[in-house]
């Protein structure tokens, strides 16, 4: 998890170069970068050192403060665990090839009231002093302001004005009433308002298309990092001290359409199946013959000693929040133990990460029929990885389909 950019010319003959430290992320979850400005010389490294949460360290422009500048490097986002040794977190090194002032910012809920650059996690290299126009705190402050109208979009839209446009019917005019779970006996939050929007798409002049995505209150915008996305690393169980470590690492994220989730299992039998938020252990769409089943991998079986790790990947083709569990059920349900992930789960609504991980422990797992349990070391995956298809030239059409409130 190490990489280095360069940014252009060789070092200079009989220069010795110095090396910045730069830490990504504070104390208790703070949104900074520390320190947030230097000044650097031509052949100086900056290292930007990743602290647990999951942040990028993304180069932007004075212009355009929270998005990425064309051509501009992108670390890609960078999680990290609470419990990571300091010795063994992801670094990310740039090298400074002239005096020009380098913006950048973290890419972390972008385009959403979450986004960590609205919140002032910012970065420069070489900013001109404190009176100039493009100095390092007018930056800042530009990238505030983006932050402040985000947020002031996502109240707007979960007004009672809305007409129903709140999360979950919270704050809309028209709430989704309340329902209980499949099974359990257990009392559902409100299931949230969504809205189907068709919007065209521009990263640069050679990738254009329209996109159909479902839109909530606070979710992610549908505009890509990048025309490739970017890759979201997730550590699926494993185990320290000796005992199984029923949990994904992290256990959730935001990404935009077109990234891909790179499950990596770790040691011990886990898979990843695609849920819904009212019935968190069992695949999407289990009961419903007429919709298509959710993802799933396979059962993969890894080794205490094994050097060389599996893994499984999924397309991010929608900004709606999608749920996944892992289905081992042996000796106990790995489920109901709150081993579940989810991709742009909203903090802000009822039915935020931490609902459905808590849904999933209050079911168990326990009363699911037979054909949702199993511990198979070589189960067939039911259900491929959703993908984009984009084609080529400069006007390229692309639909993402909404898997809709199956999902929710």
Not at 164 to 185: E, I, L, N, Q, R
Not at 268 to 283: E, I, L, M, T, Y
């Amino acid at each position: 998890m190490f990489a280095s950019l360069s940014l252009g010319l060789a070092i200079l003959p009989f220069v010795v170069a110095k090396i910045h430290d730069v830490q990504v992320g504070g104390a208790n979850g703070l949104l900074e970068y520390s320190p947030e400005a230097l000044s650097a010389a031509v052949g100086d490294q900056v290292v930007f050192h990743f602290n647990p949460k999951n942040h990028t360290v993304s180069q932007s422009a004075f212009a355009n403060p929270c998005g990425l500048k064309d051509g501009g490097f992108h670390s890609g986002f960078m999680p990290v665990a609470a419990n990571t040794s300091v010795d063994t977190r992801p670094t990310f090194t740039v090298t400074v090839n002239d005096t020009q002032p380098v913006w950048v910012y973290c890419a972390q809920a972008a385009g959403t009231a979450a986004s960590h650059c609205g919140q002032g996690m910012v970065f420069s290299i070489n900013c001109p002093s404190g009176d100039a126009p493009n100095s390092f705190d007018n930056f800042k402050k530009a990238a505030k302001a983006i932050g402040a109208s985000l947020v002031a979009a996502a109240a707007s839209a979960s007004s009672p004005a809305a007409g129903g446009g709140g999360y979950g019917g919270y704050g809309g005019g028209a709430a989704t009433p309340a329902a209980t779970a499949p099974y359990g006996d257990v009392t559902l939050p409100p299931a949230p308002s969504a809205t189907v929007v068709t919007v065209p798409i521009t990263l640069d002049s050679t990738s254009v298309w329209t996109t159909v995505y479902t839109s909530f209150a606070n979710s992610p915008a549908a505009t890509p990092a990048a025309a490739e996305g970017v890759v979201h690393t997730i550590k699926v169980g494993g185990v320290a001290n000796g005992s199984p470590q029923l949990f994904f690492d992290p256990d959730h994220i935001a990404a935009a359409p077109r990234d891909t989730v790179v499950f990596q299992f770790l040691p011990k039998n886990h898979s990843v199946v695609q849920s819904s938020f009212a019935d968190p252990c069992r695949q999407l769409n289990a009961n419903n013959a007429s919709a298509p089943l959710g993802a799933a991998s396979p059962f993969f079986p890894v080794t205490a000693n094994a050097t060389e790790f599996p893994t499984w990947n999924f397309t991010v083709n929608d900004t709606a929040p999608q749920w996944f569990f892992c289905q081992q059920a042996a000796p106990a349900s790995h489920c109901g133990a709150g081993m579940v992930f989810a991709i742009n789960a909203v903090d802000a609504s009822p039915r935020n990460f931490s609902a459905y991980q808590s849904l999933a422990k209050q079911l168990n797992g326990t009363k699911l029929s037979a054909s949702a349990s199993g511990s198979g070391a070589g189960a067939a995956p039911t259900g491929g990885a959703l993908s984009l298809r984009v084609g080529s030239g400069a006007s390229a059409m692309l639909t993402l389909l909404a898997i809709g409130a199956a999902l929710l």
